[in-house]
Every structure is written in C-alpha cells, then in structure tokens.
C-alpha cells in the first residue's frame, strides 16, 4: 500500500474513533444545552485532527521499521490528483446530504441540538466516504 | 480512469524489459509519476493524460504509438 493509500486508512480510524466518542459521549453524559453540544462537537473535531496526526507519525514509524526504510510521502502526480478529486466528489454529496438533513431537522422543529449531532455525523460519514472512495480508486482505477 | 478505460492497450512492461530491465520505480522518476502509477499503468487501470503518455514514449525513445495502442469502441 502506498503512503496515500496509508494515509486512507488513517483518516476512516480517525473518523470512526471520534465519531464512537462522540456518541458514547452523546449517550453516556447528555450536554443539556445547544451551546455545550457546539463545544463538545468543537473539541471532537480538534481532537480528530489531532488524533490523525498522532496516528500519521506513528503508521509511518511503524511501516519504516516494517519496509527496513523510510516510508513517506511522494508529490502528487496527475493520477493522485484525479483520485483525490473524485473522492471528494463523493463525499461531498454526503456532505451536502447531511447539511440537508441537519436543516430538516430544525425545520420539522426538533433539538436544535440534534441537528448539531446531524450534522457533525454527516460531516464524519463524509469524511469517511471520501477516504474510502480514495482507497476504492486507488485499487480499481 | 474510469468508464471506458480498458480500450487502451499498452507495452509498458515490454519496453520496461527491452531496456535492460528498466525498475517501475526508475521509468517513474523519468516520466514524473509516481511508481503506483506505473503499476497501475501497466496493469491496465490507469489510461494517463496525453502529456504523460508522450513522456513515456520519450523515456524509452519510441514513437506513442509503439507504447499505447487505441482498440477502439467496438473490439
């Protein structure tokens, strides 16, 4: 696997371990207010970013150990560019989906909280559709 | 990449061998790609843009057509 393919599988662990946080979070210690859930969302995302990057520097540790040389990552080519363009193509619609779900909720006037939760979740899944789609193109063409 | 990708055939591998063996990862630093994308490439599941195409072909010195071949719409 290459390092962008690596990469990949970071990016879905990272999306499914924060969003597992989140709902055990969601579940075990509901926030009571709209502004406690925009936090804890809010720490969510920079914990996922830092989790990713934590995650990064130790797959390429690990991998380096297991190649015998150091594993990092090459310059885009027009291939890597046509990948990560199509991939995000589809997670864009997710994204967009969920921005429609999130509005519908307030709409059909439920917790503004939920849609907060709607939201973050479509962001999540769309992230995680996108590094899937990434790994899917990479392995099919 | 994509629909309708299969329709074009290329002689990657055996220009890679006529040339003493040429590494994917050496015809990659030539062309400027990656060496997943020679593979890919190679095995069909990448067609490249005509510019990398023609860098290929310069790489080993032969005409593109000698390196890609059209089967067309309905072989």
């Known amino acids: ?141 | 990449m994509g629909k309708g990708q299969a329709r074009i055939d290329n002689t990657i591998r055996t220009l890679r061998f006529n040339a003493g063996e040429m590494t994917q990862a050496a015809l990659a630093e030539k062309v400027g790609v990656t060496r997943q994308t020679i593979v890919a490439m190679e095995q069909g599941r990448y067609s490249p843009s005509l510019e990398v195409a023609f860098r290929v072909a310069r790489a080993f010195g032969v005409p593109l057509e000698a390196v890609f071949q059209y089967r067309g719409e309905n072989e």
Not at chain 1, 71 to 88: C, G, Q, S, T, Y
Request: proline residues 2%; without cysteine; glycine residues 8%.
């Open chain 1, 1 to 141: 696997m290459s390092f962008k393919e690596w990469e990949a599988v970071v990016n879905i662990i990272a999306a499914l371990a924060i969003g597992a946080w989140v709902i055990f979070e969601a579940l075990a210690n509901p926030p009571v207010t709209v502004e406690a859930v925009a936090g804890r969302l809010l720490w969510a995302i920079l914990f996922g970013v830092l989790f990713t990057i934590a995650a990064m520097i130790v797959m390429s540790i690990l991998v380096s150990i297991a190649r015998r040389e150091e594993f990092k990552d090459e310059k885009a080519d027009e291939r890597d560019k046509l990948v990560a363009l199509r991939a995000m193509r589809n997670g864009y619609i997710v994204a967009s989906v969920a921005g429609i779900a999130s509005l519908l909720t307030l709409a059909f006037s439920a917790d503004p909280a939920r849609a907060a939760y709607v939201l973050f979740g479509g962001l999540m899944l769309a992230g995680i559709i996108d590094a899937g789609s990434r790994l899917v193109y990479y392995r099919i063409g």
